[in-house]
């Protein structure tokens, strides 16, 4: 499954394993919808979720409150974030209670 939103995209990828939802672009409260969608529809039918944050140009806490909600429905890991999400990760303390992982192989990983 494939949504694209301007320059926002994200996807799902299945195979062995965790559930892997790649997000690309600029998510805000304007651009959830089909990120918001995809991890959802992962949590609900898969005990372990991967969201492949290496794309994800901009995160407002919309995006950070999408990931909090999550959290408890499955083993959700934040994956290879990049240095904007780490920032707002740290500065609201969520990277203290999210699972955050340098690479999508070791989010995969165990």
């Known amino acids: 499954m494939d949504m694209r939103l301007g320059e926002r995209r994200c996807s799902v990828r299945a195979g062995l394993g965790p559930r892997v939802v790649v997000a690309h672009g600029d998510y805000d409260m304007n651009s959830m919808g089909p990120l ?3 991890l959802q529809t992962a949590a609900q039918k898969h005990s372990r979720v991967v969201l492949d944050a290496s794309g994800v140009t901009l995160a407002d806490s919309t995006l950070l409150n999408l990931l909090l909600h999550i959290n408890p429905m499955t083993s959700l890991r934040v994956a290879a974030p990049t240095p ?9 303390g969520a990277d203290t209670v999210l699972d955050i992982r340098d ?3 070791d989010a995969t990983s165990d």
């Open 36 to 38: 918001a969608e995809a």
């Open 84 to 92: 904007q999400l780490k920032r707002v990760l740290a500065i609201t």
């Open 103 to 105: 690479s999508v192989a």
